[in-house]
């Protein structure tokens, strides 16, 4: 499956912003999905995952409460709604998608990752 993720910018803090992550291929209904955050000269961060399904998902504590993670697999595109960003939101941000139902919160599972998309929050 070959992932195509949009929707980052530039907000002011306290805004929102909706990434989307357009996702090739028919079986995308069989992947599980997730969003990981990554800033310059550190790791991979994890964010927010999504079972294949949509009815299981799982945030990271910072941005609990805040962002929303989603799927429309009629659409094959998932999603994160970001609400109440800060400027600590401010990083690169990656779809990605395993093969199976669930989700994992580390990037050495999953199989298939999206370009990353720059949010940038100002204060």
């Known amino acids: 499956v070959q992932l195509q993720a949009s929707g980052g910018g530039l907000v002011q803090a306290g805004g929102s912003l909706r990434l989307s992550c357009a996702a090739s291929?028919?079986?995308?209904?069989?992947?599980?999905m997730a969003w990981f955050r990554q800033a310059p000269g550190k790791e991979r961060e994890f964010v927010a995952a999504?079972?294949?399904?949509?009815?299981?998902?799982n945030y990271a504590d910072s941005v609990k409460g805040r962002f929303t993670i989603s799927r429309d697999n009629a659409k094959t595109t998932g999603y994160l709604q970001m609400n109440s960003l800060k400027p600590e939101d401010t990083v690169v941000y990656y779809c990605?998608?395993?093969?199976?139902?669930?989700?994992?919160?580390?990037?050495?599972?999953?199989?298939?990752w999206g370009q990353g998309t720059l949010v940038t929050v100002s204060s």
């Open positions: 990605t998608a395993r093969s199976g139902s669930y989700y994992y919160m580390r990037p050495i599972e999953y199989d298939y």
């Open positions: 291929g028919r079986t995308f209904s069989s992947y599980a």
């Open positions: 999504i079972n294949w399904s949509g009815d299981s998902t």
